[in-house]
């Protein structure tokens, strides 16, 4: 499926959730947010996701220049995503969703900043 090349957005978060929006995305980028990972490891911290969806999400990130994808020419291939340049200024914002997260976990409404 492929994106249209300019869309309008009637609220600049709307764009944001049009890149990194829906639960799989988002998980991908708060692993991704730790560091480099392969597809394989991955796959073990998010056992819900088929490989399909995986894939899938991982290509889009990729064409919205999110995340890159490095191969490695050995036998067998290594493949490895992690976060771009565009990817990183996500970083502050994957973290405090992960804080607002873990704060909700335990039962205690988020501190103001």
Known sequence: MEKQSVRAYNIPAEATLDIIGGKWKLLILCHLNCGPKRTSELKKEIPEITQKMLTQQLRELKEDN???????????????????????SLKSILDQLNDWGEQYIQGREPSPE
């Open 66 to 88: 999110i995340i890159i994808r490095t191969v490695y020419n050995q036998v067998p291939p290594k493949v490895v995503y992690e976060m771009s340049e565009l990817g990183n």
